[in-house]
T-cell receptor, first 118, second 114 residues
Framework: AQSVTQLDSHVSVSEGTPVLLRCNYSSSYSPSLFWYVQHPNKGLQLLLKYTSAATLVKGINGFEAEFKKSETSFHLTKPSAHMSDAAEYFCVVSGDNAGGTSYGKLTFGQGTILTVHP | NAGVMQNPRHLVRRRGQEARLRCSPVKGHSHVYWYRQLPEEGLKFMVYLQKENIIDESGMPKERFSAEFPKEGPSILRIQQVVRGDSAAYFC????????????FGPGTRLTVL
């Protein structure tokens, strides 16, 4: 079984300051990890994904995340927040089944609402 | 280059009525997934379908909910005899193959049950 824990339900930053959204995961197998962003009343947009290649993953809009197996973490960061970053962010895990064949079930964290102050 | 299409975007039903939610995947994608987002919660997996087959329905409520992805046409999520607790946003996603992992999400259908 796999699970995702987003450690903060709300994060508030000032424009121009760094962003850190924390995520820990649990998976029995080699996981694929994603960060999605959801703006109000909109669908989900993929920010970045980790699929066992480089542990530091760069995504869109200046976001990046580092996969740390020893800490089972996949925290999302951005050096400088912009007002347009205000949204809800979801950390997501997709794991392999026992046979080693990927299947599509995604497990979502509870979400972190990012607020950016001017 | 259309993405995942869902309609309607908003649906209002009275208790006891039926709700039909439609999802057209990205062209060429043969795998469809449905997720439900209850207020103040993350998305929860409901069902995974390929053309004409249900692969994993472990997240579907046992009663009143059904899903299909016919050979032709969109995938349909059907909720019979809706109750207030069914009010949620329902998201559809698609992928070209299961091993691709990344899923492309539609804008969602927001169901309100009065």
């Amino acid at each position: 079984a796999q699970s995702v824990t987003q450690l903060d339900s709300h994060v508030s930053v000032s424009e121009g300051t760094p962003v850190l959204l924390r995520c820990n995961y649990s998976s029995s197998y080699s996981p694929s990890l994603f960060w999605y962003v959801q703006h109000p009343n909109k669908g989900l947009q993929l920010l970045l994904k980790y699929t066992s290649a480089a542990t530091l993953v760069k995504g869109i809009n200046g976001f990046e995340a580092e996969f740390k197996k020893s800490e089972t973490s996949f925290h999302l960061t951005k050096p400088s927040a912009h007002m347009s970053d205000a949204a809800e962010y979801f950390c997501v895990v997709s794991g392999d089944n026992a046979g080693g064949t990927s299947y599509g079930k995604l497990t979502f964290g509870q979400g972190t609402i990012l607020t950016v102050h001017p | 280059n259309a993405g995942v299409m869902q309609n309607p975007r908003h649906l209002v039903r009275r208790r006891g009525q039926e709700a039909r939610l439609r999802c057209s995947p990205v062209k060429g994608h043969s795998h469809v997934y449905w997720y439900r987002q209850l207020p103040e919660e993350g998305l929860k997996f409901m069902v995974y379908l390929q053309k004409e087959n249900i692969i994993d329905e472990s997240g579907m409520p046992k009663e009143r909910f059904s899903a299909e992805f016919p050979k032709e046409g969109p995938s349909i999520l059907r909720i019979q005899q809706v109750v207030r607790g069914d009010s949620a946003a329902y998201f559809c996603a698609s992928s070209p193959q299961v091993s691709y992992n990344e899923q492309f999400f539609g804008p969602g259908t927001r169901l309100t049950v009065l």
